[in-house]
C-alpha cells in the first residue's frame, strides 16, 4: 500500500514483572533456550488500497510461514 520495500519488525517488551518463586524456571529454562529462526509473514499481494483492508480483506489474506515455538513454561503463579 504505502510502496516501501517489507523490513523486520521489533517488539519491546516494558516492566515485565518475574517473581522471586519464579526465577529458577527463567534461569534455568528461559534463559538457556536457543531461539528459532524467525518466521515469515506474507501479505497477499492483490492489497493495493486501505480501502481493500476495509471492504475485503479477510485473515486468510496473511499467512505466517516456518513459525517454530518451544513447549510452554508453567511458571508458579504468584499473588
Given at each position: ?29 528461559q534463559l538457556k ?47
Open positions: 500500500i504505502t510502496g516501501h520495500k517489507a523490513g523486520k519488525a521489533y517488539h519491546k517488551i516494558v516492566n515485565a514483572h518475574i517473581y522471586e518463586n519464579q526465577l529458577e524456571s527463567m534461569r534455568d529454562v533456550r536457543e531461539p528459532f529462526e524467525s518466521p515469515t509473514l506474507t501479505i497477499n499481494p492483490k492489497i493495493k488500497t486501505l480501502e481493500d483492508i476495509e471492504t475485503w480483506v479477510t485473515r486468510d489474506d496473511f499467512t505466517v510461514d516456518n513459525y517454530q515455538c518451544h513447549d510452554a513454561i508453567k511458571y508458579p503463579f504468584s499473588v
